[in-house]
Nanobody, 114 residues
Framework: VQLQASGGGLVQPGGSLRLSCAASGNIFSINVMGWYSQVPGNQRELVAVINSGGDASYAYSLRGRFTISRDNAKNTVYLQMNGLEPEDTAVYYC?????????WGKGTLVTVSS
């Protein structure tokens, strides 16, 4: 199983980005997909997760600005990030829980700066 994330980049404060992460390989079904963020020197932190039924959970501080969604037919999870702030600068990792095994993508860098 491989996870390929894309969509990161440089954006000005207040701007938006949409991250995508596609899973490929020996996949029967993906229980949970989600996103974590990590700043150098810090632990990886939950951003948002979504199950196969579309139920989503978010880090409390990100509610209202970030929206997670998924396309089960494409084994793809998305993260729409609006109102970005410099504090959102981090590497964003997608993950998938498949049959009790967690898989991680390589991460995509999001930089929020003027």
């Amino acid at each position: 199983v491989q996870l390929q994330a894309s969509g990161g980049g440089l954006v000005q404060p207040g701007g938006s980005l949409r991250l995508s992460c596609a899973a490929s390989g020996n996949i029967f079904s993906i229980n949970v997909m989600g996103w974590y963020s990590q700043v150098p020197g810090n632990q990886r932190e939950l951003v948002a997760v979504i199950n196969s039924g579309g139920d989503a959970s978010y880090a409390y501080s990100l509610r209202g600005r970030f929206t997670i969604s998924r396309d089960n037919a494409k084994n793809t999870v998305y993260l729409q990030m609006n109102g970005l702030e410099p504090e959102d600068t981090a590497v964003y990792y997608c993950y998938a829980l498949i049959r009790a095994t967690v898989y991680w993508g390589k991460g995509t860098l999001v930089t929020v700066s003027s």
